[in-house]
């Protein structure tokens, strides 16, 4: 079994374990609070109900399957809600059909938008037609000023324990093995970690020979060594508690889905603070992701308060479209 450690890989740490499509991106940032609705019954005409209904629902009659969704006088269909229904899992089938009519709400006043301005679309590489559609209506209306330099400055200097180089250590384990679900299977091994640090407390000398004979890890072959370790080369929750650790042996068996380790940290390099030229242009991308998804939400309301929908109810803003 693999103990996913980083070790066991000549020494370098490596026995570990080993652009977002632009339409989905937009239905995240589109409508922030949707409106409840009720299915009528079969005597009942079709209509929105009071906003305190329980749950977020379309509206459709007790005699069809698919709720009757327009934008502006296009009716959604049938086939578009079945086809967008498996992109949005929910735990109830009406919450999956809801987020699904969502989505397509979007993409028909989006699309209704871009036909009324007679866009002229040009496909990147690699890109479809109702993704080059998307991207230049939302490069002509919402237009988003980059982070200025000043803007930049202040970010980095607020957030300097953000920008550090990664840490590096150098460290030995044991590692007693036990799958994750063996409940009577942990107990015993972490009797046996403690037994083991308690050995090691008394004579730190002999942890070679203990790796040797009680690690469950290729890396007993070399004394328990791991060589260097940087973020990223073990598994989650080992790493979490092996970077806080100083220098020496820890005075814990660390816990992971592995088993338990016996942990000597031979030497430890904390992280150094990045100078703000360094990582200036990862905080300008950062800020402008931050003001994009700000605005095309914005955008989107806009456009959903400006719009005949029916069937399902969305907050939208009253706002002019952006000219």
Known sequence: M?????GGNAGQGGCGGQQAPLAPALEAAAVQEVMPVARPSAD????????????????????????????NGVLISPE???QELQYHPAEARDEAMFLAAQALVIRELLRQRCNALDLEIEAGAGESEEEATIRSLIEREVPV???DEAACLHYYESNLARFVSAPLLAARHILLDCAPDDIEGRSERREQAEALLAQLQQEPQRFAELALAHSACPSKEQGGALGQISKGQTVPEFERQLFRQPEGLVGQPLESRYGFHLVFVDQRIDGLQLPYQAVVQDIRRELYQRVWQKAVAQYLQTLVGAADIQGIRLEGAASPLLQ
């Open 145 to 147: 000023p980059q982070a």
């Open 2 to 6: 693999g103990c996913g450690c980083g």
């Open 44 to 71: 009942e005409p079709e209509s929105f109900v009071d906003a305190s209904a329980a749950a977020p629902l379309l509206i459709a009659s007790s005699e069809q399957d698919w709720p009757r969704v327009r934008v």
């Open 80 to 82: 578009a809600m079945a």
